[in-house]
């Protein structure tokens, strides 16, 4: 898997710069092992993350996903179902308007996306949303 | 002949408002009277703002026999609620009398002697006789089409939508919303879009590659010296339900946030009143009602549920105002100081012998069928059998549609998708060109031959079980399961996506379907661009004229547990 296929396109909101920062390759690495790293011993809580996705995927490869956390001062993304579940991590410094983006990810199935927050204090929240990618065509 | 009876209207006092459960009293006092057309407009104006709901009217401009499900789960929180109340229970939980008028248009029972009894229901002729009749009361009522409108009959289908554009101008609706439109195709819609003369609302319908608004989302009216905000909410999965490479740079969703925005936009803008005209689907109507604050008023679509009384969650009125042009939804509202004080609600049942139908309508209707008529008309065969096809599993319909699929493309199975469009014949019925059409008519109809291992089946069967039987509404598309002939299976609805479906079974040798073999599979519908094979309609009207006489033998194929 090429980490450029995972479209980690940023779109940055709000003018002000922020890296959107692909993370390191070293493949199958878990949710759990994802997440340790990332709270680095932190508990995590919930509230304070808002992360919008689409119940079922219009296009599995290209998802429209944004996170949003009011005071973070980081932001990982993983996608639970991946053959490789990070997606990416957002960086916000200190002159950053607001602490959101959107980007899209290539999902292989159903699963949950994760969003993980880390806020100034040390402190990290996560939110969850299913996504169902589907074959489809018998609505109506 | 008609029988002498009426429905009664639900009258709610603006005091009984908030706490009222919603069902329970639609027919209480209901005492023996006429079935008259004064009787079935009846309506003591109420307050200050009147809406005229109509929806998924899939193109039917003359009335139609339809016969309500007989199979209608819900899973989760929502079973036995309404809509998923069907036959008796739902004659119960309404007070209705089996056999009645009521009874006849809103269930399946005795489908057949009420019908022939009761007459056919629908026909946009009397719908406009009904429209009037509100309007002459209430001038600035506002007329709401849900959607579903432009596609579902062999003169909508040869006129790409205009048929059925020119006969709905004539009822000049206040707005609309979407869904089978944009299976004309999008260069289409925006045509006819741009003709009309009213808004063609769609908050959730966005540009796929910006991820921008890309219809008008909301029309602020003023009604009774109130400000009504109509928000449009078109079907959430057009790109998955359908096929996407018809509307390529269009993305939809539920998008409970952009809803919840835009009904804050509407309030800061000084509605009073905020009704959101969807084709979400009910349960998902359900739940956006009970998560985004500030909606009064949803008026449901999409899943063709009639309910004699709204469905109350919180302070919001869910209306469900069936399909197929067989009812429309009158809604009175008292709206003081930004505040829903009270409603009055009554689904008017269109019963075409009774309803007078308006001439001018009438004559538009018969100019836009002249050109096809000999077409319409022309009789493939007769059916000894009840046709119908809403229903979660089966209905006739679609068994007669995988029977001539099975035989003309010399399959093992035959797969049906599970519209819920389609009006009913009765046994003894000529099937016309324009019946088979009404049940099939589309603009992705190849009728393809495939081979599919037992497993791709079974991942398929699986998928759409889910669509429907996920217990997140949000996650339902809001069709019926697809069809399948020639197989037959179990299915658990209570259980997860992968493990609701098994004992999936060769009908013909008794045999358990392997999952590594191969099947000849046809079926008709698929979304993918492509799709080679003749058009359903043809491939069934070459069978139905090989049979002559039309018998569907009952099919309990399908066994299901969990609900």
Same mark, same amino acid.
């Given at each position: 898997?090429?980490?450029?296929?995972?479209?980690?396109?940023?779109?940055?909101?709000?003018? +002000?710069?922020? *890296? *959107?920062?692909?993370?390191?390759?070293? !493949?199958?690495? #878990?949710?759990?092992?994802?997440? *340790?790293?990332?709270?680095?011993?932190? $508990?995590?809580? $919930?509230?304070?993350?808002?992360?919008? !996705?689409?119940?079922?995927?219009?296009?599995?490869?290209?998802?429209?996903?944004? +996170?949003?956390?009011?005071? *973070?001062?980081?932001?990982?993304?993983? !996608?639970?179902?991946?053959? #490789?579940?990070?997606?990416? $991590?957002?960086?916000?410094?200190?002159? !950053?308007?607001?602490?959101?983006?959107? #980007?899209?990810?290539?999902?292989?199935?159903?699963?949950?996306?994760?969003?993980?927050?880390?806020?100034?204090?040390?402190?990290?929240?996560?939110?969850?949303? $299913? +996504?169902?990618?589907?074959?489809?065509?018998?609505?109506? | 002949?008609? @029988?002498?009876?009426?429905?009664?209207?639900?009258?709610?006092?603006? @005091?009984?408002?908030?706490?009222?459960?919603?069902?329970?009293?639609?027919?209480?006092?209901?005492?023996?009277?006429?079935?008259? %057309?004064?009787?079935?407009?009846?309506?003591?104006?109420?307050?200050?703002?009147?809406?005229?709901?109509?929806?998924?009217?899939?193109?039917?401009?003359?009335?139609?026999?339809?016969?309500?499900?007989?199979? =209608?789960?819900?899973?989760?929180?929502? &079973?036995?609620?309404?809509?998923?109340?069907?036959?008796?229970?739902?004659?119960?939980?309404?007070?209705?009398?089996?056999?009645?008028?009521? /009874?006849?248009?809103?269930?399946?029972?005795?489908?057949?002697?009420?019908?022939?009894?009761?007459?056919?229901?629908?026909?946009?002729?009397?719908?406009?006789?009904?429209?009037?009749?509100?309007?002459?009361?209430?001038?600035?009522?506002?007329?709401?089409?849900?959607?579903?409108?432009?596609?579902?009959?062999?003169?909508?289908?040869?006129?790409?939508? %205009?048929?059925?554009? =020119?006969?709905?101008?004539?009822?000049?609706?206040?707005?609309?919303?979407?869904?089978?439109?944009?299976?004309?195709?999008?260069?289409?819609?925006?045509?006819?879009?741009?003709?009309?003369?009213?808004?063609?609302?769609?908050?959730?319908?966005?540009?796929?590659?910006?991820?921008?608004?890309?219809?008008?989302?909301?029309?602020?009216?003023?009604?009774?010296?109130?400000?009504?905000?109509?928000?449009?909410?078109?079907?959430?999965?057009?790109?998955?339900?359908?096929?996407?490479?018809?509307?390529?740079?269009?993305?939809?969703?539920?998008?409970?946030?952009?809803?919840?925005?835009?009904?804050?936009?509407?309030?800061?803008?000084?509605?009073?009143?905020?009704?959101?005209? @969807?084709?979400?689907?009910?349960?998902?109507?359900?739940?956006?009602?009970? =998560?985004?604050?500030?909606?009064?008023?949803?008026?449901?679509?999409?899943?063709?549920?009639?309910?004699?009384?709204?469905?109350?969650?919180?302070?919001?009125?869910?209306? /469900?105002?069936?399909?197929?042009?067989?009812?429309?939804?009158?809604?009175?509202?008292?709206?003081? =100081?930004?505040?829903?004080?009270?409603?009055?609600?009554?689904?008017?049942?269109?019963?075409?012998?009774?309803?007078?139908?308006?001439?001018?309508?009438?004559?538009?209707?018969?100019?836009?069928?002249?050109?096809?008529?000999?077409?319409?008309?022309?009789?493939?065969?007769?059916?000894?059998?009840?046709?119908?096809?809403?229903?979660?599993? &089966?209905?006739?319909?679609?068994?007669?549609?995988? &029977?001539?699929?099975?035989?003309?493309?010399?399959?093992?199975?035959?797969?049906?998708?599970?519209?819920?469009?389609?009006?009913?014949?009765?046994?003894?019925?000529?099937?016309?060109?324009?019946?088979?059409?009404?049940?099939?008519?589309?603009?992705?109809?190849?009728?393809?031959? @495939?081979?599919?291992?037992?497993?791709?089946?079974?991942?398929?069967?699986?998928?759409?079980?889910?669509?429907?039987? &996920?217990?997140?509404?949000?996650?339902?598309?809001?069709?019926?399961?697809?069809?399948?002939?020639?197989?037959?299976?179990?299915?658990?609805?209570?259980?997860?996506?992968?493990?609701?479906?098994?004992?999936?079974?060769?009908?013909?040798?008794?045999?358990?379907?392997?999952?590594?073999?191969?099947?000849?599979?046809?079926?008709?519908?698929?979304?993918?661009?492509?799709?080679?094979?003749?058009?359903?309609?043809?491939?069934?009207?070459?069978?139905?004229?090989?049979?002559? /006489?039309?018998?569907?033998?009952?099919?309990?194929?399908?066994?299901?547990?969990?609900?």
């Amino acid at each position: 898997m090429q980490l450029s296929r995972r479209n980690a396109l940023a779109l940055g909101l709000g003018g +002000v710069a922020f *890296a *959107a920062l692909p993370l390191p390759a070293m !493949a199958a690495e #878990t949710v759990e092992e994802l997440t *340790a790293a990332f709270a680095g011993g932190a $508990t995590v809580g $919930t509230g304070g993350v808002t992360l919008t !996705a689409p119940e079922i995927a219009e296009n599995g490869n290209t998802v429209p996903i944004s +996170v949003d956390a009011p005071g *973070a001062t980081a932001i990982m993304l993983l !996608a639970s179902g991946n053959p #490789t579940p990070a997606v990416c $991590t957002f960086n916000f410094g200190p002159a !950053a308007g607001s602490q959101m983006a959107s #980007t899209r990810i290539r999902l292989a199935k159903t699963q949950d996306v994760i969003a993980l927050a880390r806020m100034a204090d040390g402190s990290v929240v996560q939110a969850s949303s $299913t +996504v169902k990618v589907t074959i489809g065509g018998c609505g109506g | 002949m008609i @029988s002498r009876r009426d429905f009664l209207q639900a009258t709610v006092a603006a @005091s009984a408002l908030w706490g009222a459960s919603g069902v329970g009293n639609w027919s209480r006092l209901a005492a023996q009277q006429a079935l008259t %057309q004064d009787k079935l407009l009846e309506f003591d104006d109420y307050g200050n703002v009147t809406l005229i709901h109509i929806t998924d009217i899939h193109a039917q401009m003359k009335p139609i026999w339809f016969r309500e499900p007989e199979i =209608n789960l819900g899973v989760g929180a929502v &079973n036995g609620q309404p809509p998923h109340v069907t036959g008796a229970d739902f004659l119960k939980m309404f007070n209705i009398e089996s056999g009645t008028p009521e /009874a006849y248009a809103l269930t399946y029972p005795d489908f057949e002697a009420l019908a022939r009894a009761y007459g056919r229901m629908g026909g946009l002729d009397r719908c406009a006789t009904v429209i009037k009749a509100i309007r002459a009361a209430r001038p600035d009522a506002l007329l709401l089409d849900g959607g579903d409108t432009w596609q579902g009959s062999l003169t909508a289908q040869k006129t790409a939508g %205009q048929d059925m554009v =020119n006969v709905m101008n004539a009822l000049k609706p206040d707005a609309m919303t979407s869904h089978w439109e944009f299976t004309l195709g999008i260069d289409r819609v925006t045509e006819i879009v741009e003709g009309l003369d009213f808004p063609f609302l769609g908050a959730n319908i966005f540009d796929a590659e910006w991820n921008e608004p890309a219809y008008e989302p909301y029309k602020m009216f003023e009604v009774g010296g109130a400000n009504v905000a109509v928000i449009g909410q078109a079907f959430p999965y057009l790109p998955i339900a359908n096929p996407k490479w018809m509307f390529p740079n269009l993305s939809f969703g539920v998008r409970e946030e952009r809803m919840a925005e835009v009904v804050q936009e509407v309030r800061d803008n000084g509605a009073d009143l905020v009704v959101v005209l @969807s084709h979400n689907g009910f349960d998902v109507d359900r739940k956006m009602a009970g =998560n985004v604050p500030g909606i009064d008023v949803i008026l449901t679509g999409h899943t063709h549920d009639a309910l004699p009384e709204p469905v109350m969650v919180g302070q919001t009125l869910l209306i /469900a105002s069936g399909s197929n042009g067989k009812f429309i939804s009158r809604v009175d509202l008292d709206v003081q =100081n930004g505040r829903m004080m009270g409603f009055k609600h009554k689904l008017i049942p269109i019963f075409s012998d009774v309803i007078e139908p308006d001439a001018e309508v009438a004559a538009l209707i018969d100019a836009e069928r002249e050109p096809f008529k000999a077409e319409l008309e022309e009789v493939l065969g007769t059916t000894d059998s009840l046709l119908y096809r809403r229903g979660n599993f &089966n209905g006739t319909w679609d068994d007669l549609i995988c &029977n001539a699929l099975i035989d003309e493309h010399q399959a093992d199975i035959a797969l049906s998708p599970g519209f819920r469009w389609g009006p009913s014949l009765l046994p003894g019925d000529n099937i016309t060109r324009e019946d088979l059409h009404n049940a099939t008519a589309m603009s992705y109809p190849a009728a393809y031959r @495939s081979e599919m291992t037992g497993e791709t089946l079974h991942t398929i069967l699986e998928d759409v079980a889910d669509n429907l039987f &996920n217990p997140d509404p949000y996650y339902q598309q809001g069709g019926d399961m697809v069809r399948v002939g020639g197989m037959g299976y179990h299915i658990d609805v209570s259980k997860p996506q992968g493990s609701r479906i098994t004992n999936m079974t060769m009908l013909k040798t008794g045999e358990a379907v392997d999952p590594a073999k191969s099947y000849v599979v046809a079926g008709w519908a698929s979304v993918n661009e492509g799709t080679e094979g003749p058009a359903i309609w043809d491939l069934v009207e070459a069978w139905i004229r090989k049979q002559g /006489a039309v018998t569907i033998d009952p099919n309990t194929s399908v066994q299901v547990t969990g609900a």
